[in-house]
Protein backbone atom coordinates (compact mmCIF):
# COMPACT_ATOMS: atom_id res chain seq x y z
CA UNK A 1 0.00 0.00 0.00
CA UNK A 2 2.92 1.96 0.72
CA UNK A 3 4.65 1.44 -2.58
CA UNK A 4 1.40 2.49 -4.07
CA UNK A 5 1.09 5.64 -2.28
CA UNK A 6 4.26 6.55 -3.69
CA UNK A 7 3.13 5.74 -6.63
CA UNK A 8 0.60 7.92 -7.21
CA UNK A 9 1.94 10.67 -5.17
CA UNK A 10 4.77 11.24 -7.65
CA UNK A 11 2.23 10.85 -10.63
CA UNK A 12 -0.10 13.88 -8.59
CA UNK A 13 3.32 16.10 -8.01
CA UNK A 14 4.36 15.68 -12.30
CA UNK A 15 0.70 15.67 -13.30
CA UNK A 16 0.53 19.81 -11.62
CA UNK A 17 4.26 21.08 -12.67
CA UNK A 18 3.64 23.52 -15.07
CA UNK A 19 5.15 22.97 -18.50
CA UNK A 20 8.45 25.45 -18.69
CA UNK A 21 11.01 25.96 -21.01
CA UNK A 22 13.86 23.22 -21.58
CA UNK A 23 16.42 24.11 -19.82
CA UNK A 24 19.01 21.48 -18.61
CA UNK A 25 18.37 17.40 -19.73
CA UNK A 26 20.97 14.60 -18.23
CA UNK A 27 21.44 12.58 -21.50
CA UNK A 28 23.36 9.44 -21.36
CA UNK A 29 24.52 7.40 -24.14
CA UNK A 30 24.80 4.09 -21.52
CA UNK A 31 21.57 3.24 -19.57
CA UNK A 32 23.80 2.58 -16.39
CA UNK A 33 25.85 5.89 -16.96
CA UNK A 34 25.00 9.52 -15.84
CA UNK A 35 21.14 8.79 -14.98
CA UNK A 36 18.83 9.25 -12.62
CA UNK A 37 18.22 7.40 -9.16
CA UNK A 38 14.33 5.86 -8.36
CA UNK A 39 12.13 8.64 -7.98
CA UNK A 40 14.69 11.54 -9.15
CA UNK A 41 12.35 13.59 -11.69
CA UNK A 42 13.75 13.82 -15.25
CA UNK A 43 12.85 17.58 -16.76
CA UNK A 44 13.61 16.63 -20.13
CA UNK A 45 11.60 17.44 -23.38
CA UNK A 46 11.17 13.71 -24.07
CA UNK A 47 8.79 14.61 -27.69
CA UNK A 48 10.57 17.44 -29.12
CA UNK A 49 8.20 20.24 -28.83
CA UNK A 50 10.20 22.43 -26.89
CA UNK A 51 8.68 22.15 -23.52
CA UNK A 52 9.91 19.84 -20.19
CA UNK A 53 8.09 16.61 -20.44
CA UNK A 54 9.04 15.62 -16.62
CA UNK A 55 9.81 11.94 -15.69
CA UNK A 56 10.04 9.82 -13.24
CA UNK A 57 10.59 6.10 -12.11
CA UNK A 58 9.69 4.36 -9.23
CA UNK A 59 10.70 0.92 -7.89
CA UNK A 60 8.81 -1.80 -5.38
CA UNK A 61 11.10 -3.84 -3.95
CA UNK A 62 10.92 -6.42 -1.13
CA UNK A 63 13.11 -5.57 2.07
CA UNK A 64 16.12 -7.34 1.59
CA UNK A 65 15.26 -8.61 -1.66
CA UNK A 66 15.85 -7.28 -5.47
CA UNK A 67 13.14 -4.74 -6.87
CA UNK A 68 11.22 -6.63 -9.23
CA UNK A 69 8.25 -4.04 -10.73
CA UNK A 70 8.07 -0.56 -11.92
CA UNK A 71 5.85 2.53 -12.70
CA UNK A 72 7.29 4.91 -14.98
CA UNK A 73 5.09 8.46 -14.61
CA UNK A 74 5.47 10.97 -17.28
CA UNK A 75 3.50 14.05 -17.24
CA UNK A 76 0.73 12.18 -14.70
CA UNK A 77 0.15 9.11 -16.75
CA UNK A 78 2.37 6.42 -15.76
CA UNK A 79 2.86 2.37 -16.99
CA UNK A 80 4.32 -0.08 -14.97
CA UNK A 81 6.22 -3.32 -15.30
CA UNK A 82 7.13 -6.25 -14.15
CA UNK A 83 10.75 -7.73 -14.15
CA UNK A 84 13.68 -9.32 -12.05
CA UNK A 85 16.44 -6.95 -10.26
CA UNK A 86 15.88 -3.85 -11.63
CA UNK A 87 18.67 -1.69 -10.84
CA UNK A 88 16.75 1.37 -9.03
CA UNK A 89 17.77 3.92 -11.63
CA UNK A 90 16.50 5.02 -15.08
CA UNK A 91 18.20 6.99 -17.75
CA UNK A 92 17.66 9.85 -20.73
CA UNK A 93 18.71 8.06 -24.10
CA UNK A 94 18.78 9.76 -27.57
CA UNK A 95 18.57 6.61 -29.79
CA UNK A 96 18.07 9.25 -32.76
CA UNK A 97 19.42 12.58 -32.70
CA UNK A 98 18.07 13.42 -36.27
CA UNK A 99 14.17 12.90 -34.89
CA UNK A 100 14.57 15.87 -31.94
CA UNK A 101 12.87 13.51 -29.49
CA UNK A 102 13.93 11.34 -26.61
CA UNK A 103 14.02 8.04 -25.17
CA UNK A 104 13.79 6.54 -21.59
CA UNK A 105 15.84 3.52 -20.89
CA UNK A 106 15.13 0.91 -17.19
CA UNK A 107 17.92 -1.32 -16.86
CA UNK A 108 17.69 -4.60 -14.83
CA UNK A 109 20.46 -7.37 -13.85
CA UNK A 110 18.07 -10.10 -14.76
CA UNK A 111 18.29 -13.62 -13.39
CA UNK A 112 21.59 -15.07 -13.65
CA UNK A 113 23.03 -11.65 -14.64
CA UNK A 114 21.04 -11.85 -17.86
CA UNK A 115 21.31 -8.09 -18.71
CA UNK A 116 18.43 -6.27 -19.91
CA UNK A 117 17.07 -2.87 -20.85
CA UNK A 118 13.41 -1.43 -21.22
CA UNK A 119 12.75 1.61 -23.24
CA UNK A 120 9.77 3.70 -23.49
CA UNK A 121 8.88 6.78 -25.07
CA UNK A 122 6.28 9.85 -24.92
CA UNK A 123 4.85 10.78 -28.46
CA UNK A 124 1.56 13.07 -28.89
CA UNK A 125 0.90 12.92 -25.43
CA UNK A 126 0.93 9.07 -24.60
CA UNK A 127 3.47 6.19 -22.94
CA UNK A 128 5.11 4.06 -25.92
CA UNK A 129 7.08 1.01 -25.31
CA UNK A 130 9.96 0.46 -27.71
CA UNK A 131 10.97 -2.89 -26.34
CA UNK A 132 13.19 -4.68 -24.38
CA UNK A 133 16.81 -4.84 -25.15
CA UNK A 134 19.31 -7.32 -24.25
CA UNK A 135 22.23 -5.52 -21.86
CA UNK A 136 22.87 -2.66 -20.08
CA UNK A 137 26.01 -1.67 -18.84
CA UNK A 138 26.98 -2.89 -22.40
CA UNK A 139 24.58 -1.28 -24.68
CA UNK A 140 25.19 2.13 -26.03
CA UNK A 141 23.33 4.52 -28.21
CA UNK A 142 25.13 7.16 -30.14
CA UNK A 143 22.38 9.16 -31.50
CA UNK A 144 22.66 7.21 -35.10
CA UNK A 145 19.23 5.77 -34.75
CA UNK A 146 21.03 2.05 -34.18
CA UNK A 147 21.86 0.90 -30.61
CA UNK A 148 24.95 -1.54 -30.04
CA UNK A 149 24.91 -4.16 -27.35
CA UNK A 150 25.92 -7.66 -26.47
CA UNK A 151 23.96 -10.79 -26.98
CA UNK A 152 24.12 -14.47 -26.08
CA UNK A 153 24.40 -17.05 -28.94
CA UNK A 154 21.86 -19.73 -29.42
CA UNK A 155 24.01 -21.96 -30.79
CA UNK A 156 26.53 -24.67 -29.09
CA UNK A 157 27.27 -23.09 -25.97
CA UNK A 158 27.15 -19.92 -24.13
CA UNK A 159 29.04 -17.41 -25.91
CA UNK A 160 28.48 -13.88 -26.40
CA UNK A 161 28.44 -11.81 -29.57
CA UNK A 162 27.87 -7.67 -30.92
CA UNK A 163 24.46 -7.07 -32.32
CA UNK A 164 22.58 -4.02 -33.35
CA UNK A 165 19.05 -3.04 -33.16
CA UNK A 166 17.09 -0.18 -34.80
CA UNK A 167 13.37 1.34 -34.37
CA UNK A 168 11.94 -0.18 -37.06
CA UNK A 169 8.53 0.48 -39.00
CA UNK A 170 6.86 -1.30 -36.10
CA UNK A 171 8.08 1.40 -33.62
CA UNK A 172 10.12 -1.33 -31.79
CA UNK A 173 13.27 -2.26 -31.60
CA UNK A 174 14.75 -4.40 -34.62
CA UNK A 175 17.50 -6.70 -34.68
CA UNK A 176 19.86 -5.63 -37.85
CA UNK A 177 20.89 -9.11 -39.33
CA UNK A 178 24.62 -9.81 -39.53
CA UNK A 179 25.97 -12.89 -42.06
CA UNK A 180 28.59 -13.66 -39.45
CA UNK A 181 29.56 -12.95 -35.11
CA UNK A 182 32.95 -13.44 -33.90
CA UNK A 183 33.16 -16.33 -31.94
CA UNK A 184 36.78 -17.51 -30.36
CA UNK A 185 35.53 -20.16 -28.04
CA UNK A 186 38.35 -22.88 -27.81
CA UNK A 187 37.67 -26.19 -27.10
CA UNK A 188 39.09 -30.12 -27.89
CA UNK A 189 38.24 -32.85 -30.21
CA UNK A 190 36.65 -35.73 -28.07
CA UNK A 191 36.07 -37.61 -31.48
CA UNK A 192 37.50 -37.74 -35.16
CA UNK A 193 35.84 -35.45 -37.29
CA UNK A 194 35.83 -34.30 -41.23
CA UNK A 195 34.36 -31.16 -42.41
CA UNK A 196 34.25 -29.53 -45.73
CA UNK A 197 36.02 -25.83 -45.87
CA UNK A 198 34.44 -22.61 -46.25
CA UNK A 199 31.82 -22.21 -48.37
CA UNK A 200 33.12 -19.91 -51.72
CA UNK A 201 36.40 -21.31 -50.76
CA UNK A 202 38.55 -24.42 -52.97
CA UNK A 203 39.72 -25.80 -50.12
CA UNK A 204 40.32 -29.62 -48.81
CA UNK A 205 38.14 -31.45 -46.73
CA UNK A 206 39.77 -30.97 -43.06
CA UNK A 207 40.06 -33.71 -40.41
CA UNK A 208 39.88 -33.02 -37.27
CA UNK A 209 41.58 -35.85 -34.81
CA UNK A 210 40.76 -36.64 -31.40
CA UNK A 211 42.44 -35.07 -28.88
CA UNK A 212 43.37 -32.12 -30.97
CA UNK A 213 42.95 -28.51 -29.89
CA UNK A 214 40.39 -26.13 -32.02
CA UNK A 215 38.65 -23.02 -32.07
CA UNK A 216 35.23 -22.06 -33.04
CA UNK A 217 36.07 -19.05 -34.46
CA UNK A 218 32.63 -17.93 -36.07
CA UNK A 219 29.27 -18.32 -36.89
CA UNK A 220 26.17 -17.16 -38.10
CA UNK A 221 24.08 -18.34 -35.30
CA UNK A 222 21.44 -20.46 -36.72
CA UNK A 223 22.97 -22.91 -39.28
CA UNK A 224 26.68 -23.33 -38.89
CA UNK A 225 29.76 -22.46 -37.04
CA UNK A 226 33.41 -22.61 -38.17
CA UNK A 227 36.30 -24.89 -36.47
CA UNK A 228 39.46 -23.68 -36.97
CA UNK A 229 42.78 -26.03 -36.00
CA UNK A 230 45.82 -25.20 -35.21
CA UNK A 231 47.45 -25.06 -38.62
CA UNK A 232 44.82 -22.70 -39.65
CA UNK A 233 43.09 -24.98 -41.75
CA UNK A 234 39.22 -23.91 -41.48
CA UNK A 235 36.28 -26.35 -41.22
CA UNK A 236 32.57 -25.82 -41.98
CA UNK A 237 30.09 -27.58 -39.56
CA UNK A 238 26.32 -27.20 -40.17
CA UNK A 239 23.97 -27.48 -37.58
CA UNK A 240 20.53 -29.29 -38.35
CA UNK A 241 17.11 -28.01 -36.40
CA UNK A 242 17.60 -29.76 -33.44
CA UNK A 243 20.92 -28.70 -32.24
CA UNK A 244 22.72 -31.83 -33.39
CA UNK A 245 26.33 -31.42 -35.74
CA UNK A 246 24.78 -32.55 -39.67
CA UNK A 247 28.59 -34.22 -40.14
CA UNK A 248 28.66 -36.50 -37.17
CA UNK A 249 24.37 -36.66 -36.25
CA UNK A 250 25.98 -35.61 -32.41
CA UNK A 251 24.99 -33.22 -29.79
CA UNK A 252 27.52 -30.46 -29.95
CA UNK A 253 28.86 -32.04 -26.01
CA UNK A 254 29.72 -35.47 -27.68
CA UNK A 255 31.94 -33.81 -30.55
CA UNK A 256 34.00 -30.70 -28.26
CA UNK A 257 35.13 -31.34 -24.83
CA UNK A 258 35.08 -27.91 -23.16
CA UNK A 259 31.94 -26.36 -24.66
CA UNK A 260 31.23 -22.92 -21.91
CA UNK A 261 27.41 -24.43 -20.78
CA UNK A 262 25.69 -21.57 -18.43
CA UNK A 263 22.10 -21.56 -17.27
Not at 72 to 86: I, K, M, P, Q, T
Request: with cysteine.
Amino acid sequence: MMARSAFLLIAGLLAVQPRTPVSICRVSGVPTEHGYQAGQIATCDLDGDGAVDPATVLFECEPGESCNRFRLVVEGASVAGDGENFDSTFAVMDVDTSDRQLEIAIPASGPSDDYSTRFFAWRAGRMVSLGELPGSYELHADGSGVVRTSIRGEVLCTWFHDAEFRLGDSGTFERIPRTSYSMNVRVAMKRELTLPGPPGHDAARVRFRKGEEVALTSSDDRSWVMVMNRSGAMGYCTIDSTGRLTAAGLEPTDVFDGLPMAD
